[in-house]
Nanobody
Framework: QVQLVESGGGLVQPGGSLRLSCAAS????????MGWYRQAPGKQRELVAT???????NFADSVKGRFTISGDNAKNTVVLQMSSLKPEDTAVYYC?????????????WGQGTQVTVSS
């Protein structure tokens, strides 16, 4: 089994910053990529940012220039640094991991952490 544990959510004023961390543990053979998705009330879950084990990153257009993502392959962790936060960034943020094993890829999710941007 694989567990993803997130931390760092909370309440922040518009224009502020937050840092989300996620650590993967358990039966980890190979991490292909880790990242963050978010889901706002009444909306579908959407990609925020991902990073591959090779360091390639992908960002949603709505967060480009404001969010950064970094990963530590040795520690199986990923960090999302969010800056210039807007009310529309309010959502539950989920850590995601794609793990490879014996030619197959498995997807795992964290439990989610609430981010609220409000004055």
């Amino acid at each position: 089994q694989v567990q993803l544990v997130e931390s760092g959510g909370g309440l922040v004023q518009p224009g502020g910053s937050l840092r989300l961390s996620c650590a993967a543990s358990g039966s980890i053979f190979s991490i292909n990529a880790m990242g963050w998705y978010r889901q706002a009330p009444g909306k579908q879950r959407e990609l925020v940012a991902t990073i591959t084990s090779g360091g390639n990153t992908n960002f949603a257009d709505s967060v480009k220039g404001r969010f950064t993502i970094s990963g530590d392959n040795a520690k199986n962790t990923v960090v999302l640094q969010m800056s210039s936060l807007k009310p529309e960034d309010t959502a539950v943020y989920y850590c995601n991991a794609l793990l490879g094993r014996l030619g197959a890829v498995y997807q795992y999710w964290g439990q989610g952490t609430q981010v609220t941007v409000s004055s």
